[in-house]
């Protein structure tokens, strides 16, 4: 019983990061919006590294530098975010040109 619904959870992870993909492919209109589905597809990840650590290997040091990694990730996206809003006033990619840069 309890393998049946380990398995049933890997499917919902997998289907919650290629929903994740999903999204990323498609927001290409707003950076905020493509930030965000990839936060969302870090957490998916994450959470699948915490279930298989738990049921097979039990070491949580791999989890913790990933954990790190994604936490710096996230901080450099928010700061180009930032960036970019203060030089042209919102997060639009077609408002971007490569000669401004």
């Known amino acids: 019983m309890l393998m049946y619904f380990m398995y049933n959870m890997y499917?919902?992870?997998?289907?919650?990061?290629l929903s994740g993909l999903v999204v990323f492919c498609s927001m290409r209109k707003h950076i905020l919006l493509s930030l965000l589905s990839l936060e969302y597809i870090v957490l998916c990840i994450y959470i699948f590294m915490i279930m298989y650590m738990i049921n097979n290997l039990g070491d949580m040091y791999l989890v913790l530098v990933f954990l790190t990694f994604s936490v710096c990730e996230g901080v450099l996206g928010?700061?180009?975010?930032?960036t970019i809003i203060r030089s042209y006033g919102n997060d639009q990619v077609n408002s971007l040109f490569m000669m401004k840069w």
């Open 11 to 17: 499917y919902m992870l997998f289907f919650m990061f």
């Open 78 to 82: 928010l700061s180009i975010l930032v």
